[in-house]
């Protein structure tokens, strides 16, 4: 049985009414095709400079030069917002939900406040020098700030879009929450007492054309230290102010979160109770490499409209 001429019809066949269209036999004699010159794909040139036919490359953009010029070294601002939107990469972990609004209620009651001064302009590069302030008196809206928090930052305007701004490279900030007295975190044993630590954080912003506000605030991939996680505990089960987290006890033991009070939790030990009894992945780690729980949040922030607060007592 003879088979392939068979199968090379049929594929002729099949090839051609996939093409949809038929096909005719040309019986001429084969000629070979002429040989064609390629020309050189460039532009035309003059003595003076590409002509204007040339196609080069556009503009990246144009920017305006004058746009958010209004910011002023000495002017002070403060988070009006932050808002975790992921933790260990996970944007649905329970912790997430439980953050956000603790932290909602905490600056509302100017119990957590990130608050920064702009310490230099020079062309496109903005200095900041950022740091945590605790309540003052409740219900007066009064802050004091906390100089041990303080941390110096560089940022860089975009170069299309002068308004939005982010930092030149990570670095660490800190996160305090209460009054000078009574810390709604509790961490005597780390290097910034009652302070979460937050490692390799990457802000960027954008400015509302008169200065007054930020909008648009992201920090991505930030870390905080595994280490750090069993050194600090929280009070998040309590809804009123730091003062019903109750005064620091320097002798309280309890395996878990020693030097504070019955009040407080572990916050590694929270955290495996609400990741399935797992610990939290690590995969944020800070400028030496070690090992860190990712945390991204959402900012908004505002000029703070009566200057650099007072010391706190």
Not at 7 to 34: H, K, M, Q, W, Y
Not at 232 to 254: F, K, R
Not at 255 to 266: E, H, P, S
Not at 285 to 311: N, Q, S, T, Y
Request: aromatic content about 4%; charged content about 25%.
């Amino acid at each position: 049985m003879i088979r392939r001429p068979v199968r090379l019809c049929l594929a002729v066949v099949a090839l051609t009414l996939a093409a949809g269209c038929s096909f005719d036999i040309d019986e001429s004699p084969n000629l070979l095709p002429e040989p064609r010159m390629v020309e050189p794909d460039v532009a035309p040139v003059s003595d003076t400079g590409p002509t204007d036919g040339d196609a080069g490359e556009p503009d990246a953009c144009v920017p305006d030069e004058s746009a958010c010029d209004c910011l002023q070294v000495g002017d002070w601002y403060r988070f009006t917002t932050l808002a975790p939107s992921s933790l260990g990469g996970d944007e649905r972990h329970p912790l997430v939900l439980t953050l956000r609004n603790l932290w909602a209620r905490d600056i509302e009651r100017y119990e957590l406040n990130v608050i920064f001064v702009i310490t230099a302009l020079d062309g496109d590069n903005i200095s900041l020098r950022v740091m945590n302030a605790a309540r003052g008196e409740l219900g007066t809206g009064e802050i004091c700030r906390l100089p041990e928090t303080a941390v110096d930052l560089d940022f860089v305007r975009d170069p299309c879009d002068r308004c939005r701004v982010r930092m030149e490279r990570p670095q660490r900030i800190n996160i305090y929450a209460g009054t000078p007295e009574i810390p709604r975190n509790c961490a005597p044993r780390l290097d910034v007492r009652h302070a979460i630590p937050v490692t390799n954080i990457q802000l960027q912003a954008r400015i509302s054309p008169d200065c007054s506000t930020l909008e648009e605030g992201f920090a991505q991939n930030a870390g905080i230290p595994e280490p750090a996680l069993p050194e600090i505990c929280t009070c998040p089960g309590l809804n009123g102010p730091a003062e019903m987290c109750g005064d620091i006890d320097p002798e309280y033991s309890d395996g878990a979160c020693d030097g504070c009070n019955g009040n407080f939790q572990n916050l590694q030990n929270l955290m495996v109770a609400l990741n399935g009894g797992q610990p939290m992945p690590a995969e944020c780690p800070d400028e030496d490499g070690v090992p860190g729980v990712c945390i991204d949040a959402e900012f908004d922030g505002a000029r703070w409209p009566m200057g650099e607060p007072p010391l706190c007592p």
